[in-house]
């Protein structure tokens, strides 16, 4: 939601359990994080719509203030992150969302930074949240850049424990769904190996969800992408 007017004050609203906008679909051995997140979308959300609460909120939005969804899952994907993209695709004001990944080795900041300033320019800092996969290398040089601009970071942990090996690509696939929920970009550092490569299947996934792709070429690949 992240609007801002400069004569209003930000507004945070609790939406955890005990509320109204609590989300009922407690995490577990047999539900995971995106499993309870897609049922609050299709089984909740449709109720809470209707209350006077969530009008409340919708027009506080509209009013221009800054609302902020307060849960204690934040810096990971949420529950609040369905009603912030409800409202805010109701309202026509999407943010960008930015997923920084690439080489686990990569280790330049300068590159990085430069990078993403340059995607994000003329973008106001309130309208971005960066997503980062908590790899080492290019995911963690993101979470860095967020905290220096001052941005909203997103975490997405891969479930190696639930998952195994498979726990990479599924990570990915959450991540770029989460992405075009918004106006989803990603940016990529690839050294340009395809195979057991998991930036290159990030850039799939992103692909393929619709997202704006930009990778950045750091390990000489030529040759078609896709």
Known sequence: MFTIH????????YIGRGSVFGNPFVLSNVMDRETSIERYRQEQLPKIVRTADFRELEQLHLAGY??????FCAPQHCHGDVIAEYIRNKTN?????VIVA????????????ATVDGVLQGTRREMVEIVSGGAKGADTLGEVYARERGLVCRRFP???????KRAGPVRNEWM????SKEKGVLIAFWTGQKTHSGTYDMMQQANRYGL??????IGGFQGNLF
């Open 93 to 97: 004001s999407k943010i960008t969302r």
């Open 212 to 217: 704006s792709v930009k990778w950045v070429n």
């Open 158 to 164: 891969a479930p190696w424990k639930t998952w195994g």
């Open 102 to 113: 690439g080489s686990r080795s990569f280790e330049d900041y300068g590159l990085l930074k």
């Open 66 to 71: 800054i609302v902020r969804l307060d849960c």
């Open 6 to 13: 400069k004569s209003h004050k930000p507004q945070t609203i």
């Open 176 to 179: 770029a769904n989460f992405a």
